[in-house]
């Protein structure tokens, strides 16, 4: 655990003098409505759970503060009804008393939030955003019939095209105009992860350009602009470059070691559900092809270690482990979601890259397996228990 020491004016405050107490945020929310008895309001990430019981419509949570965090709001009333619910979060980025308004009749997303200058600019931004998709969504429609569509329809990379073209068109402007216009809020940092998907790495190097020298120093920034050298680092046909991660007994590991072998890296987390219900078709694939030059190497993005430790011996997969503590899934692969693998070659080029699962076999990195050795796999699963394909579940910018 990191400990912050302010220093006021040039002066070093001596800890050896006193005890300081860790700092705190404070949430205070009002939520109007008649709760039916359900008076409880949950608050987590998914490395943080926490709860209040609202009494009169009031209700107050104190938060430790280590870091900026951006925590979810879940009213009991919703949960217990099964009512549509849309995730609603509030960024806190200093140790202060923030307050949520809120009207059950509403939705949690209508609530308005107050307390740091950075939650406050980015309830403007989040509007801002709303009336953008609007605009775009009307024009798909009024374009295609509809503001979405399926994979499988012949139109759909026509579809996709148009739909990053009205990005560039309604939302990139609005968030460098956000970083323009407030180049030392957190809520500039907090917001960049949304140029992962939608901005060249021009753009995102211009972004990363545009903040204080102060927000540059953010663990935030720093990882985008990992993100942005790992889209550049991970292009089909780069050497990836060596590193060195700890394995589930903290001994190193380093790429190096699987040099002259394919290799599948398999970036996971033990909270993501695709990833857990890919390993027994991986494990049949693992099976098929270890004695064939091939090796497969998971690596882990969980913050908690705790986590990744218990699901690596719930999972008991039989080949290398490790724990990514220096993000290397940002810097090295631009990995934006999980499960995403990488085939990589015996001389460390990349050869394929895969976002999610196909638990049949489709997959285009098992179809080159299957080219390279010359051997399917063997499933023992039928056809028809296998689970649907499995899409990558997305990171978060903060956990």
């Not at 202060?96 to 308005?112: E, F, L, Q, R, W």
């Amino acid at each position: 655990m990191k400990k912050i020491i302010t220093l006021l004016s040039g002066v070093a405050i001596s800890l050896g003098s006193y005890a300081q107490q860790q700092p705190q945020i404070t949430l205070q929310g009002t939520l109007a409505g008649d709760l039916k008895g359900y008076n409880k309001m949950y608050i987590y990430s998914r490395t943080y759970h926490d709860s209040a019981v609202i009494t009169n419509g009031h209700y107050s949570i104190n938060i430790p503060f280590k870091e900026p965090v951006f925590l979810m709001l879940y009213p009991e009333y919703i949960k217990e009804q099964r009512m549509m619910y849309q995730p609603f979060g509030i960024l806190m980025d200093k140790p202060v008393t923030y307050t949520v308004t809120s009207d059950i009749a509403k939705g949690m997303n209508a609530s308005v939030v107050k307390g740091s200058e950075a939650v406050e600019v980015l309830q403007t931004y989040k509007k801002q955003k709303e009336a953008a998709w609007k605009q775009m969504t009307e024009t798909l429609k009024k374009e295609y019939g509809q503001p979405w569509m399926d994979e499988k329809d012949a139109r759909h990379a026509e579809f996709e095209a148009r739909q990053k073209a009205l990005q560039q068109q309604y939302l990139v402007p609005l968030l460098q105009k956000l970083v323009k216009d407030h180049p030392n809020s957190f809520a500039s940092v907090f917001s960049l992860g949304e140029a992962r998907e939608m901005m060249s790495t021009d753009q995102q190097d211009r972004l990363y350009a545009g903040l204080s020298s102060e927000m540059k120093k953010t663990k935030e920034a720093k990882e985008f602009h990992q993100f942005t050298d790992g889209i550049k680092n991970s292009a089909v046909g780069k050497k990836v470059k060596d590193f060195t991660l700890p394995d589930e007994k903290d001994q190193p590991l380093a790429l190096q070691q699987f040099k002259g072998k394919y290799l599948l890296i398999d970036f996971w987390a033990s909270w993501c559900s695709p990833c857990r219900q890919s390993f027994p078709h991986m494990r049949e694939v693992y099976q098929q092809y270890k004695d064939q030059n091939f090796e497969i190497y998971s690596i882990s993005i969980d913050k908690s270690k705790s986590d990744w430790l218990k699901a690596v011996a719930q999972e008991n997969n039989p080949w290398k482990q490790a724990l990514d503590n220096i993000n290397i899934a940002g810097s090295g692969f631009a990995i934006t979601g999980v499960p995403t693998t990488y085939l990589i070659s015996p001389d460390g080029e990349i050869l394929m890259k895969e976002v999610g699962f196909e638990p049949d076999g489709s997959g285009a990195i098992e179809k080159k397996l299957n080219e390279l050795f010359g051997a399917s796999v063997k499933s023992a699963a039928k056809a028809t228990e296998a689970p649907k394909t499995m899409k990558a579940m997305p990171m978060v910018p903060m956990q």
